[in-house]
């Protein structure tokens, strides 16, 4: 049995879940008290979260709401990418929250390094925004799982076609 197995190190989110924590944060804004006269605004793009509100102080309990609700549906908090508050007209504040996803050449290498360092039969290779990671033995690509989710990437990591 001289077969390889391989698995991919990947940065995603579930985008369904996203859109689900967006909508429930937004109906909770609208809901509580010490929010619903500030005309604050939620909205979800592409890449992007919108957020327009009345003050630096409504934005910060913005941010509170959006990570619960993400955490509560098993989003990780690294997706967010918080931009600078900027002034929108009428006296309010408006801040995109870049959405990450995929893995820089960057901390591919740095992921494709460790391994190499600390596993030697095993082959690490950059495909993309992914890290595809191949080995003969199962125990082996198992150890590298557990000692990936050890280190502490700027970006969230899923292991995907473990085969």
């Known amino acids: ?11 995603d989110f579930d985008r369904q879940e996203l859109v689900n924590a967006v909508d ?4 909770e804004i609208n809901s509580r008290y010490d ?22 102080f409504t934005l910060e309990s913005v941010h509170t709401i959006l ?13 967010f990418e918080y931009g600078k508050p900027e002034s929108a007209s ?4 408006r801040q995109e929250v870049k959405l990450k996803k995929g893995i820089s050449q960057e901390i591919g290498k740095k992921i494709t390094k460790l391994i190499r360092d600390e596993f030697k039969k095993v082959q690490a290779s950059i495909q993309g ?35």
């Open 1 to 11: 049995m001289a077969s390889n197995y391989s698995f991919d190190v990947v940065s």
């Open 24 to 27: 429930q944060a937004i109906r």
């Open 35 to 56: 929010l619903k006269d500030t005309k604050t605004t939620v909205e979800l793009g592409e890449e992007v979260i919108t957020v327009n509100t009345d003050s630096e």
């Open 67 to 79: 990570r619960t609700k993400a955490a509560k549906r098993n989003l990780s908090q690294k997706i």
């Open 90 to 93: 009428g006296n309010r504040v």
């Open 129 to 163: 925004d992914a890290v595809r990671i191949s080995s003969k033995s199962k125990d082996e690509l198992q150890q590298i799982i557990d000692r990936l989710k050890q280190e502490d990437f700027p970006v969230a990591l899923q292991f995907t076609n473990y085969r």
